[in-house]
């Protein structure tokens, strides 16, 4: 097995070019990074068995390309074994659509995987685009895994992972045939974000406005982390009336907004914070972490066996839950720690004790009257979407700033992890509104993108004529389809940090700055001269 590694798809990349030796700075090991490469040379070649078999494909091959798919996300699957048998099933699968084929001479190329070796040695220009239709449907794919659990499927959607895993592997294509591909990448990842919100609000409800504490009380407690709403539903029945308390951690915890999850009596709270503090935040914690999906770190000797994974996720040696969601371990793990002795308050990052979510589409545009009005009186002047991963990386307290300065007649929109900069914060409220309004996940950003729509639709304008500004925060593939997403969209002006893509060259890169004026973070003060001005 291979001791080096290639992998610059996270925004952590070492030195900001490429993590290139025995392990990778999320704790990767370049033996599972050269698995990784692998498997998706594998899929590649299933993507080309497919072409002229399409008939044979069943939603037994979707749902593999999707999950194999979503394994290679950054922090998802930190396990070889895991790897190698998706590697296993997509080989089966794919001698499965060319089982004629064995005996043709044609040089079709149908019998071959893709050396991924061949897309990182690449042209840098070429290797940035490719690199953006990778990613993004890495980002798509794990948005389709959790439509997928909960039974929503959209075909278009699924057959574009295979005609962008085509173009991945295709090393005659320049520009002209690649950037096409890149933009539609952006375009189906919004169909897969509205699956995955029609999805979510069929089941559990439309989120609502909730208030959700930061305090753990005590007695045996679980904390779940990721985003998989369909396993904290199944955590919950199968813990209702043991007394024990759930607390989602990270990305989960927008699901106390939503009915059919709040209205269980032991969802409590959220604990900790994002992603990147749980080895400091869980080393003494009394009480098992269960992982639904990516945003797991190398977990340290201290807490390790206090650590379950289920789905996709996985790594040597921990407990992992199959598909019969048994979640018995996790339960007498829970009751056998036994919680803390007292109520225990936590804080977020600026000290407060509470934090608001529950501001989708569906409760903001019930009150687009208020907004508009206030809009009109000059209540409100300006709205800033301020979003995207957090993550380690010196630089990131810039969002907590911006939103600190951002003013008194502003709004701020916010979703997924990186919310945990400002969220704790008090900006006070606007015409009964709160400044700070938390609109859920990443996924969310389905609902922004529907109320800035709604509002272009009210004032008779477009999205880019809206008072509204966008600052990003990255740190993984899901923030990459998203913001192809926006520029599919034709969102201009997007300000992105804490530093640019290692993956993008220089010509992609002014390409995206000529078209959509996509720029680099600098400062909070010059960045809101210029948003303002």
Known sequence: MNTKMFCFQCEQTACGKACTGAAGVCGKKADTAVLQDRLTGALIGLARASEGNESLLTETTHRLVIEALFATL???????????????????????????????????????????????????????????????????????????????????????????????????????????????????????????????????????????????????????????????????????????????????????????????????????????????????????????????????????????????????????????????????????????????????????????????????????????????????????LVGGCDGAKAGRNYYTEFVKQTPSDSIVLTLACGKYRFNDLDLGTIGGLPRIMDMGQCNDAYSAIQVAAALADTFGCGVNDLPLSMVLSWYEQKAVCILLTLLHLGIKNILLGPSLPAFISPNVLNYLAENYQIAPISTPEEDLKKLLG
Request: charge should be negative.
């Open 74 to 384: 950054t922090n998802v699957s930190f396990d070889n074994d895991t790897i190698s048998a998706l590697t296993r099933h997509v080989e089966e699968e794919k001698s499965r659509l060319i089982a004629d084929c064995g005996g043709c001479a044609s040089d079709c190329g149908h019998n071959e995987d893709y050396d991924m070796n061949r897309l990182w040695s690449a042209d840098e220009d070429i290797r940035s685009l490719k690199s953006l239709i990778l990613f993004g449907i890495r980002g798509m794919a794990a948005y389709a895994y959790h439509a997928a659990v909960l039974g929503y499927i959209d075909k278009e959607v699924n057959h574009f992972l295979y005609k962008a895993l085509l173009a991945v592997g295709m090393d005659h294509w320049g520009m002209n045939e690649l950037l096409p591909i890149v933009m539609e990448t952006g375009e189906i990842n919004l169909k897969c974000m509205a699956l995955l919100d029609q999805a979510n609000t069929e089941t559990y409800g439309h989120p609502a406005p909730t208030e959700v504490s930061l305090t753990v009380e005590k007695g045996p407690f679980i904390v779940i982390s990721g985003h998989d709403l369909f396993d904290l539903k199944k955590l919950l029945e199968q813990t209702e009336g043991k007394g024990i308390n759930i607390y989602t951690h990270g990305e989960m915890l927008p699901a106390h907004a939503y009915p059919e999850l709040k209205k269980y009596p032991h969802l409590k709270g959220n604990f900790g914070t994002a992603w990147q503090n749980q080895q400091k935040e869980f080393a003494e914690l009394p009480a098992p972490i269960l992982f639904t999906t990516n945003c797991l770190m190398p977990p340290k000797p201290s807490y390790a066996d206090r650590v379950f994974t289920t789905e996709a996720v996985s790594y040597p040696e921990l407990t992992h839950i199959g598909e019969d969601k048994d979640f018995s371990p996790v339960i007498e793990k829970a009751l056998a720690l036994g919680g803390y002795s007292e109520d225990k308050t936590f804080t977020g990052i600026n000290g407060g004790t509470k934090v608001m979510t529950g501001f989708a589409r569906n409760t903001v545009l019930s009150v687009a009257d208020k907004v508009v009005e206030a809009v009109k009186s000059g209540a409100i002047k300006h709205f800033f």
